[in-house]
């Protein structure tokens, strides 16, 4: 039997590679792909291709291409940031503060900086996610060294006010980073004005390759380096540049410049569509703000049934009950659980996401979908339908 065609709507777990990009990288594949440490003109073309892409990146989001530190994705991103600065300024306080829904990429760094010593603040969201800027202020204290909070939540598509709270980091001299993950590449992102010191991003998220992101280090910010090797990249992050999926990210950066305000366009329509086809479903909610949040994700619960047969009942549609990293865990989302949802309410919720691709056709064909996978389950267990 041929099996149905996916519908993709698990943008927020990763995009489709765009088809310039799927050029470049054939294209690099084919004539650049030396060593960019090698000192011969093989080489010296291969970083040049790295640098060309360092220039294109930090265009994009507003830097000095010299501050990109290249690493294999927001995890790595994540992981040097923040280990990197808890210990190199160690001096200066053991206090960290992060939110309770940030991505497993950052809640398990800081979880691991815990068991040494280190005193982690877990701020929680209001109702619909974000961080009062007061509440994040109250929480600082003198020995605060380090800030962690995210840009666009990868569940719920909440956007922090990272302007504010950088403008109060940057007052006591504390150090920001940042999870751009879901932000780089689909809204603008302007790191120079905002007073960020660290931003991590992946290109995965943005029609780039797999295994190829960055970690942007403003204003001198030193880090302890977390690996050890060979001297490049400042000895930051040693190992050899992976020259084709850097052009790659290079060019997915070019065509996001290009593209990000179209893009943004498309999605409020395609959101509002989204939502417009399900919120009359009896015992349906919206997880996340009403307003401003990012147009790309739309996470909804339904009373009286299970995520994850509501996943299965929707195939081909491709959507996610929650972080497509904790796919592999039976708890509900601790990310809807810091909104304030019932066990339930988080395990019957549906993250969809959306993107470049997308149809009207796509949205529709979702619309009809969950609305018939709903009264399925219903008619066949009424109660919880599992
Ligand atoms: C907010 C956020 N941070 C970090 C990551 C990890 O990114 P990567 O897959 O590039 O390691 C993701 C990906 O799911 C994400 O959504």
Redesign the pocket.
């Known amino acids: 039997m041929i099996s149905p065609a996916p519908i993709y709507l698990d943008y927020?777990?990763t995009t489709p590679l765009d088809s310039r990009v799927a050029d470049r990288l054939r294209d690099v594949q084919s004539s650049a792909y030396f060593n960019p440490a090698s000192n011969h003109i093989a080489g010296r073309q291969s970083a040049r291709v790295v640098a060309e892409a360092a220039t294109s990146l930090g265009a994009l989001i507003n830097v000095d291409p010299a501050s990109i530190i290249w690493t294999s994705?927001?995890?790595e991103s994540?992981n040097l940031a923040i280990l990197g600065a808890a210990k190199q300024r160690a001096h200066c306080g053991r206090h960290l503060v992060t939110m309770r829904t940030e991505?497993k990429?950052v809640v398990d760094v800081f979880r691991a900086l815990e068991k040494t010593g280190f005193e982690v603040t877990w701020l929680s969201p209001g109702p619909e996610g974000q961080l009062d800027p007061e509440t994040f202020e109250a929480a600082l204290r003198d020995d605060t060294q380090l800030v962690s909070i995210?840009k666009i939540n990868?569940e719920t598509g909440v956007v922090q006010d990272i302007e504010a709270i950088g403008r109060i980091c940057r007052a006591r001299n504390i150090l920001f980073h940042v999870?751009a993950?879901?932000a780089v590449g689909k809204v603008p992102v302007d790191v120079s004005a905002l007073q960020v010191d660290m931003m991590s991003m992946?290109a995965?998220k943005f029609y780039g390759p797999k295994g190829i992101?960055a970690l942007c280090v403003a204003n001198g910010t030193a880090l302890e380096p977390q690996m050890f090797g060979g001297g490049q990249q400042k000895r930051m992050r040693p190992g050899t540049l992976p020259v084709d999926l850097i052009a790659g990210l290079g060019t997915a950066a070019t065509v996001a410049a290009q593209c990000i305000d179209d893009d943004l366009c498309k999605l409020v329509m395609l959101k509002d569509r989204l939502w417009s086809g399900i919120r009359g479903i009896d015992g349906v909610r919206l997880n996340g703000p009403e307003q401003g949040g990012y147009p790309g994700i739309l996470n909804v619960s339904v009373e009286d049934i299970e995520g994850e047969s509501l996943l299965l009942a929707l195939e081909p549609l491709c959507v996610a009950t929650g972080?497509?990293?904790n796919s592999q865990s039976q708890e509900p989302s601790y990310v809807l659980r810091a909104l304030g949802l019932s066990d339930q309410e988080a395990q019957s919720a549906i993250r969809f996401s959306f993107g470049r691709q997308t149809t009207v056709e796509d949205i529709d064909f979702a619309i009809s979908a969950y609305r018939s996978a709903v009264s399925k389950l219903r008619s066949l267990a009424p109660g919880i339908a599992a």
Do not use: L
């Open positions: 927020a777990a994705g927001a995890t994540n991505h990429a995210m990868n999870d993950a879901q992946t995965h992101g972080s497509a990293c």
